[in-house]
């Protein structure tokens, strides 16, 4: 399992600390029991366990979240084949920033 003092990344995401949740970041709502940090259009996400964290995010952002950590928790990506180490979280709040990919179109989340 990997741990981090200030940031990390896991597959598709960069996790940063911050001193501070934006005022207008709403929560987001998590499903069976875990908020989801980057989707996964085959279904292996990248969560957390509801009970320890809370989603939240902007009304306009896109490439970014904020994670509110209560107690120590597990971000785990969700694939039995090919997996990203389990990232270790201590309590705080975080900004999740996805990675993006350029198309002529302009930019996108990245996929896996």
Sequence with gaps: MQ?????????????TRVAAL???AEPVYEKDGVAILAHSETGHHHVIDAKA???YRLPEAIYEAFLVVEKAAVIEHRRTWDTHEALK????????NRQREYVPEGYRLASD
């Design 3 to 15: 741990t981090f003092k200030s940031q990390a990344a896991q597959g598709d995401f960069l996790i």
């Design 53 to 55: 964290a809370t989603l």
């Design 22 to 24: 934006p005022k207008r």
């Design 89 to 96: 979280v201590d309590p705080g709040i975080y900004r999740i």
